[in-house]
């Protein structure tokens, strides 16, 4: 569980109100107990509360010392008898709404400054708005015409650039820069993130290259994630745009005009290059490259370190360099791995029949 010195507010949750967050239905015999702890099976105690929802992990379930166990019905018949299993259709989720429930504030970054408000060491210039209850730590810098929501944390030297907007009860961490940027409600950028900047874009000549100016917009949905690092350049002539409920995992680069639908995944170090469109509900593993004005169609999977090179249909799994289907692509390392077998088995052949000096 969480150290008292990062998380003081640390709640008791009831059996009753787990099993109520987890749809969890309850043993006729299970007692009222309360639970104050959420540990890994191998880590939980007697009054913990753990959870399995992956079959690597069924040895661990065996041995687990956890009082309580959310777990679906596929693996119910595997948790010991020394726990109550609370059997639910979903895992991981029941996990997450818990841990949830009992530490709220690890939902998303906190201010540094404990005493909230707006700290004497903020610079922000008399034209902004910013509405009641928002938070602004020391160092922060905000800019001219610039409006923040209720409810929004303006973390240690953030950067607002003029005439930017961020919505309500948003979480902007310590050392992000924001320009050219609209957000929206209950959106969470982690430190060193990147707004706006930007593009990359020159036209190229024999004598220098030119700069083409970069007069887009960076317009962030509600309920967005950005992780650390990441960046985002604002549009050349267009917006680029990242689509209501997408999560951005860490030090990814999505360049200019880029259009993301919602609920998207980004997984760590992909990079999308400018004027890409990506559907509703696409995933892009790790490592994975976009090439520019390409388009990935809704629903679909990309598998970490692809690269993208063409458009991609609705609802496929793609992988392999450049990305094909999935099938396609694995029949192409078995027929490769074949090969190689052969090749390996016919060059040994021959270094055994050689005479030795």
Not at 66 to 81: H, I, T
Request: proline content about 7%; aromatic content about 4%.
């Amino acid at each position: 569980m969480p150290a008292p010195v990062f998380f003081s507010d640390v709640r008791t949750l009831s059996l009753f109100q787990v099993a109520s967050l987890a749809r969890a239905s309850l043993p006729a015999e299970a007692p009222d107990a309360a639970i104050d702890a959420i540990r890994p099976l191998d880590e939980a105690g007697p009054s913990d509360l753990s959870h399995m929802d992956n079959p690597r992990y069924l040895a661990h379930l065996a041995a687990t010392r956890a009082g309580y166990v959310l777990v679906s019905r596929r693996y119910a018949d595997r948790v010991p008898p020394t726990a109550v299993a609370l059997v639910c259709p979903d895992p991981q989720g029941a996990y997450a709404r818990c841990l949830a429930a009992m530490v709220p504030a690890a939902l998303h970054p906190q201010s540094v400054f404990d005493s909230g408000g707006i700290s004497l060491q903020a610079v922000i210039h008399p034209t902004a708005r910013l509405e009641r209850g928002v938070i602004v730590d020391p160092g922060a810098v905000i800019g001219p015409r610039v409006e923040i929501g209720s409810g929004t944390i303006i973390g240690a030297q953030v950067v607002v650039g003029p005439g930017c907007r961020i919505g309500r009860d948003c979480a902007i961490s310590p050392q992000v820069t924001l320009q050219h940027a609209l957000l929206g409600n209950r959106v969470i950028l982690h430190p060193g993130v990147r707004i706006g900047q930007d593009g990359f874009g020159f036209a190229l000549g024999g004598h220098g290259h030119l700069k083409v100016p970069q007069i887009g917009r960076v317009i962030i949905q509600d309920d967005v994630e950005i992780g650390a690092n990441s960046t985002i350049d604002r549009g050349a002539i267009r917006d680029t745009m990242i689509g209501e409920g997408t999560k951005i995992d860490n030090l990814v680069q999505i360049a200019h005009n880029v259009v993301i639908g919602r609920n998207c995944v980004i997984v760590a170090q992909v990079g999308i290059s400018g004027s890409a469109t990506l559907g509703d509900g696409v995933v892009l593993g790790g490592q994975v490259g976009v090439i520019g004005h390409v388009t990935i169609g809704a629903g679909t999977q990309i598998a970490a370190s692809s690269n993208v090179a063409t458009d991609v249909p609705a609802g496929v799994r793609w992988g392999g360099t450049p990305a094909k289907p999935m099938g396609q692509w694995m029949r192409e390392i078995a027929s490769v791995n074949r090969l190689a077998t052969r090749k390996g088995n016919r060059s040994g052949a021959k270094e055994t029949e050689e005479p030795s000096p």
